[in-house]
């Protein structure tokens, strides 16, 4: 009976190893690109349709990067914070990709630079534009060797994801046929957001 129950508790520990592994989790982030690229190779999806989700999936994904810090803080006893925490630049990165599909599928709907720089001046464009220039140098040092080399610098180059978010949520609202999902997306970010700067002022004064 001993031997029974040692065996279930390792098997059970196993399963658990494997649901906690990041190649799981990097496997289950990068299903949704696979498909797109068939779809898009296929013809499955025509480019309304591709824009439409790699933008959705990106935009929500880098909500969910940028919320975890204020779950922590709202939910102080949970443990999934903390485990979504482990694995915040998974999701950082994977926000990125779905945010370079999506550039690469306007690039080559457009297939004119003229036609490209034209359209960067608009205001719904030019916020896309410079939003992904800084997302760029953000993914690039997303990495423990860049951490190391950018010591203090590091945190300060990343606080820049939150004016980046902010001309992703103008870029989502302004470009959309419709406003509002990109508008209520932005309105959850900032309400979490929002929860974050009210507990870190909270502690400060209770620490004085």
């Not at 994904?61 to 630049?89: D, E, H, N, V, Y």
């Not at 534009?129 to 300060?156: G, M, P």
């Not at 302004?174 to 502690?203: M, P, Q, T, Y």
Request: aromatic residues 14%; proline residues 2%.
């Amino acid at each position: 009976m001993q031997g029974q129950t040692r065996s279930t508790e390792q098997d059970l520990k196993r399963f658990t190893g494997v649901l906690d592994s990041k190649y799981l989790l990097w496997l289950v982030l990068a299903s949704p690109f696979v498909w797109l690229v068939n779809a898009w190779r296929a013809e499955d999806l025509f480019y309304g349709e591709m824009i439409h989700v790699t933008g959705d999936l990106s935009g929500r994904l880098l909500i969910l990067t940028m919320a975890i810090t204020p779950l922590r803080l709202l939910f102080p006893g949970a443990r999934w914070p903390t485990w979504l925490l482990q694995r915040r630049r998974y999701f950082g990165v994977a926000a990125f990709a779905y945010a370079m599909m999506h550039t690469i599928i306007y690039i080559d709907r457009k297939q004119s630079l003229d036609l490209m720089l034209k359209e960067a001046g608009r205001f719904s464009m030019w916020t896309g534009w410079v939003a992904l220039a800084i997302f760029i140098a953000l993914a690039v040092t997303s990495n423990d060797a860049s951490v190391r080399r950018l010591r203090r610098s590091w945190k300060k180059l990343h606080r820049w994801v939150y004016p980046a978010a902010a001309l992703v949520f103008l870029h989502w609202i302004f470009v959309a046929f419709s406003f509002v999902s990109g508008l209520v997306h932005l309105l959850v970010l900032v309400f979490l957001e929002s929860c974050r700067i009210w507990k870190n002022l909270k502690a400060g004064s209770h620490a004085n």
